[in-house]
């Protein structure tokens, strides 16, 4: 790996630990350059700004969330199975990455730029918007159909995993997201889903008529 590429990956890494061991704190430029042992010219020499390095974590973000969802959606099959595991990868995911959770649920991007928290949006509405693909694909694939209107039952579900991980931030990583979701995810799919009525009909062949003599 190319020299500069290593300094930036240390830079990022030292920027989510100093997001983990400082819950609440704003990180300066001059603390994380203190954090990784460079100057703060050194810092603005692989990136422009603050900004700009948020912005990287974020795509860090994305990437391994959807590349990891592309996976779900090739091994799973049923949609109980797709949105349990979609939804527990992000609760996960946070719990495995204490300092990014807190970009995740935007607290560490008070006083940042707007277009930052933006795209933190952007990637939740991206997971929805997948949630809501697979709930709309049950109908035809299961003869489910949510109780909910689609829309209103992908953003539950979201919501329930959203809020465990805004707890896990609040608590100062103390309460883990994980724990007791199987059970929640289970009592929250009881009547979450109505049966809907195939929409393939068979067909009968049509008898060929009898020929006149």
């Known amino acids: 790996m190319p020299r500069n590429v290593q300094r930036r990956q240390q830079i990022l890494e ?3 630990q100093m997001l983990e061991d400082n819950p609440g704190d704003r990180i ?12 703060e010219a050194a810092l603005y020499r692989h990136f422009p700004s ?3 390095m948020f912005e990287e974590l974020i795509e860090f973000i994305e990437d391994t969330l959807f590349q990891r969802i592309t996976l779900i959606m090739q091994e799973e099959e049923g949609v109980t199975a797709r949105c349990n595991h979609i939804l527990y990868l992000l609760i996960t995911f946070a719990e495995r990455n204490p300092g990014i959770s807190r970009v995740l649920t935007g607290e560490a991007l008070t006083g940042e730029t707007e277009r930052l928290r933006h795209r933190v949006n952007q990637v939740l509405e991206r997971v929805e918007t997948q949630i809501r693909q697979v709930l709309r694909e049950a109908e035809l694939r299961e003869s489910l159909r949510p109780m909910l209107a689609l829309p209103e039952a992908a953003n539950l579900l979201l919501a329930c995993a959203e809020g465990r991980i805004s707890q896990f931030v609040r608590s100062e990583f103390k309460r883990s997201p994980s724990a007791g979701w199987e059970q929640q995810f ?13 929409t393939t009909q068979s ?8 020929s006149s003599q």
Do not use: H
């Open 14 to 16: 030292a920027l989510a």
């Open 28 to 39: 300066t430029t001059a603390r994380l350059a203190a954090k990784v042992g460079v100057s």
């Open 50 to 52: 603050k900004a700009k």
């Open 186 to 198: 289970s009592y929250l799919m009881k009547d979450f889903f109505k049966e809907v009525p195939s």
């Open 203 to 210: 067909v009968t062949p049509r008898q060929p008529e009898a």
